[in-house]
């Protein structure tokens, strides 16, 4: 009975050893992100690895989409300087004449898509937050990214998805661009109260930030699963521990005997 209760005793010690140990690893790390940010210093790490994702943020810096916002009322078109190569000007001025006059707006944003922006490159969430600069009460934007394409409403729906739009992927963006216009022209219009759109909010406005975020993403907290991991491997060692030292404890009296 003795024996088993010091194998228990060393299990125990262990498992929680462990677990302390890997809390205190946390806390060590929090307290080294939280001393980085404090002086100003700028750490570039892995996008796949220790980085808060900007398309959870509520507070994403709105600049640059009231930058893009402000140029489509003088221009349907927007491009970023770095997509400006891949398109053609006889598109882009069929894009205006389709867009000219619509009782419901259509925009074209022609952008540099990056999982390191602060959308992380959603092109969905691009263009709803543009359409949210946008002063119109009802409109559509389309981003043409670098890869993928994304289309937002506001204030009312086209009821198009981006993988009904059927393009050729020789196509330049302008080329691009101009196949989902003619698409989103050709949709049906459906008042935002009655559609079950994706892109929209219960009061018509779109949707800026992925709300698949439980928590705020600038909050470090430790999290359950690293507990329970923690109290896994500590039972998995402090139980091999304890075994192993019983039926060393066994193998070392019997040797007495035998001696």
């Not at 125990?12 to 302390?20: Q, R």
């Not at 949210?132 to 394409?149: M, S």
């Not at 198009?160 to 691009?176: G, I, K, M």
């Amino acid at each position: 009975m003795a024996k088993f209760g010091a194998a228990v005793v060393i299990f125990g010690a262990v498992a929680t050893g462990s677990a302390i140990y890997s809390s205190s690893e946390f806390d060590e790390a929090k307290q080294a992100r939280i001393a980085a940010a404090n002086d100003g210093t700028v750490v570039v790490d892995s996008i796949y690895g220790d980085r808060i994702e900007g398309r959870y943020d509520p507070n994403y810096d709105p600049s640059r989409y009231q930058a893009i916002a402000k140029s489509l009322q003088s221009d349907p078109i927007y491009i970023d300087a770095y997509r400006a190569f891949d398109v053609d000007d006889e598109s882009l001025a069929t894009i205006r004449d389709e867009v000219e006059s619509l009782e419901m707006p259509i925009y074209v944003a022609i952008l540099a898509t990056s999982q390191v922006d602060d959308a992380d490159g959603n092109p969905d969430l691009l263009a709803a937050r543009v359409a949210q600069e946008l002063p119109d009460e009802r409109a559509t934007v389309v981003v043409v990214g670098d890869v993928t394409e994304g289309i937002a409403d506001k204030g009312a729906v086209r009821d198009l998805d981006t993988y009904d739009v059927e393009t050729d992927v020789d196509d330049n963006d302008s080329a691009v661009a101009l196949d989902y216009v003619r698409a989103l022209k050709g949709a049906e219009v459906e008042d935002w109260q009655h559609s079950m759109s994706r892109s929209l909010d219960d009061e018509g406005q779109p949707i800026v930030v992925d709300e698949d975020a439980p928590d705020d993403p600038a909050t470090l907290a430790y999290p359950v699963g690293a507990a329970v991991w923690s109290t896994v491997l500590g039972l998995i060692v402090g139980g091999s521990l304890g075994i192993g030292g019983l039926l060393g404890w066994r193998a070392f009296k019997k040797r007495r005997r035998n001696s």
